[in-house]
């Protein structure tokens, strides 16, 4: 079993910057490629990035490319999500997730992931 626990959600301004954690304990960390979703209220979830297996390849959507950074610290079992120049439509809750298919392709739906973490909320003020 694999637990995955995301952290560093908040309130922050238009324009401003937070950082996600996501925590993966229960299995060997580098087995795993990770991603991070994100849901809005009323809306469905949606991908946001994804992170290969050992760091060397990302994939993002369209719309956080250039200002969202997905990595991870294989040593610390850990994932990340920097968000820059935050905007109204990125509040959400944004969830990461795990997963163990093998060779790297980009997983951009929710089906390619065995493991969720239960989110974090983030919230833009104008």
């Known amino acids: 079993q694999v637990q995955l626990v995301e952290s560093g959600g908040g309130l922050v301004q238009a324009g401003g910057s937070l950082r996600l954690s996501c925590a993966v304990s229960?299995?060997?960390?580098?087995?795993?490629?990770m991603g991070w979703f994100r849901q809005a209220p009323g809306k469905e979830r949606e991908f946001v990035a994804v992170v290969s297996k050992i760091g060397s390849t990302t994939y993002y959507t369209d719309s956080v490319k250039g200002r969202f950074t997905i990595s991870r610290d294989n040593a610390k079992n850990t994932v990340y999500l920097q968000m820059n120049s935050l905007k109204p439509e990125d509040p959400a809750i944004y969830y990461c997730?795990?997963?163990?298919?093998?060779?790297?392709?980009?997983?951009?739906?929710?089906?390619?992931?065995?493991?969720w973490g239960q989110g974090t909320q983030v919230t833009v003020s104008s």
């Open positions: 997730a795990a997963s163990q298919l093998g060779a790297w392709r980009p997983r951009t739906t929710m089906g390619d992931y065995d493991y």
């Open positions: 229960g299995r060997t960390f580098t087995g795993y490629a």
